[in-house]
Nanobody
């Protein structure tokens, strides 16, 4: 019944910025730990940023080493949407970006590092970084 739909991907020049959005339908993401993942060509899907629901946790966030300081995850409960602000993009950021909704007590480490507790996956939005 539930769906996650990503949007905002596209072509961006190195050093530029994008904002990805993940909108939930059929459920409230305020009760889920949310995460952003990406999969580059020939690579495994990896977590880049996750956040716990403030309603049942503390709103903790996680960022992988490769995106720390450049990516920011945020949530707008009124829009049932989680965002990923991507700044100072690099060619290595080229990938399909997916969002995921996990059990509300899943930690950001368990979700982003091991994809634990996932209930729903989005179908992805591609990001291509040009030189």
């Amino acid at each position: 019944q539930a769906q996650l739909v990503e949007s905002g991907g596209g072509l961006v020049q190195s050093g530029g910025s994008l904002r990805l959005a993940c909108t939930a339908s059929g459920f409230s993401l305020d009760y889920y730990t949310m995460g952003w993942f990406r999969q580059a060509p020939g690579k495994e899907r990896v977590g880049v940023s996750c956040i716990t629901p403030i309603s049942v946790s503390d709103g903790s966030t996680y960022y992988s080493d490769s995106v720390k300081g450049r990516f920011t995850i945020s949530r707008d409960i009124t829009k049932n949407t989680v965002y990923l602000q991507i700044n100072n993009v690099e060619p290595e950021d080229t990938a399909v970006y997916y969002c995921a909704a996990a059990h509300r007590r899943t930690t950001v480490l368990d979700l982003c590092r091991e994809s634990r507790g996932v209930h729903y996956w989005g179908s992805g939005t591609p990001v291509t970084v040009s030189s």
